[in-house]
């Protein structure tokens, strides 16, 4: 086995058997098993990001003293769980219940993954970084894209080649655009794959020309999400300020999340056309 397959084989196994990875009162997993990328610190589209983002985005040597040569950025999507994909669907204004323990417990287990990945790097020998744990990485108000972040997990999942953007701004792997992602950047020279997607929201029916969509348009109960595309500021309001003060303290979490336009959309866990 070489060190690529040992670390998915470490990611599939936290999936798979992490008490953390389960909801024990109402006895359901937040993830199915996981995409996991391998992408090149060198891939150019790290640098591009700085340019399509902003220059406050990190370059992935950048969470490195000093800057290797050489490595990878690991990316890894975690499917959200059917049960909980279906309860959502059948909501049209808040998150269902189940939505919003996966969006608190199970962002808790990918911050798991994330810091066990990266001591599991550490431990074969290799430098490694998770951005997410990283003191470098901030959210942004204001910026020329708007609400951004230091480190983009979607834009590495790009960069591996796990899928593309969509009109919702969401992100479409092979296992549709209900998920959350994570990240670790090492100086290990691993086996990459890279993007090969001809346009960055190929994935996506409003773009590519097969048919007509828009379907997440009509779910978000917000109005952000239009033919002009997502509206980070009405969404953020809406799932951090509406959602948490009307659903927080019911469902009794810190952050319910929304994905109303992730569930009950032809792309919620395919590709929204054969490949
Ligand atoms: S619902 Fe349709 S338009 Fe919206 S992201 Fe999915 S494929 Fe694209
Ligand atoms: S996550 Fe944001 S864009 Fe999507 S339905 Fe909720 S408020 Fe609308």
């Known amino acids: 086995m070489n060190l690529n397959e040992k670390i998915i084989t470490e990611i599939e196994s936290l999936v798979e058997n992490s008490s953390l990875n389960k909801n024990s ?54 499917s959200v769980n059917e049960e909980v994909r279906k309860s959502n669907a059948k909501e049209d204004r808040f998150p269902s219940l189940y939505w919003a323990l996966q969006r608190e417990y199970g962002e808790r287990f990918n911050m798991l993954i994330r810091k066990h990945i990266q001591e599991y790097m550490k431990e074969s020998g290799y430098n490694a970084v998770s951005p997410m744990l990283s003191y470098k990485w901030k959210r942004l108000d204001n910026t020329k894209v708007g609400l951004a972040s230091t480190w983009s997990e979607r834009h590495a999942a790009f960069a591996a080649g796990l899928g593309t953007f969509s009109l919702s701004d969401g992100f479409i792997t092979r296992r549709g655009i209900a998920h959350r992602c994570g990240s670790v950047v090492t100086d290990a020279v691993l086996d990459v794959h890279e993007s090969e997607y001809g346009d960055h929201r190929e994935n996506c029916l409003f773009f590519n020309n097969i048919a007509e969509c828009g379907e997440c348009i009509s779910r978000c109960p917000a109005g952000a999400i239009t033919e002009n595309g997502h509206d980070k500021s009405l969404c953020d309001r809406y799932t951090y300020n509406t959602i948490r003060r009307l659903r927080g303290d019911y469902y009794n979490v810190e952050t319910t999340g929304c994905g109303l336009c992730q569930t009950a959309v032809p792309c919620e866990y395919s590709l929204p056309f054969k490949e």
């Open 25 to 78: 009162k109402y006895g359901f997993s937040y993830f199915e098993s996981p995409l996991v990328g391998f992408a090149s610190i060198n891939n150019p589209l790290f640098s591009d990001y700085k340019n399509i983002i902003g220059d406050f985005h990190y370059h992935p040597k950048e969470f490195f003293e000093p800057p290797p040569a050489d490595g990878t950025v690991i990316v890894w999507v975690l």
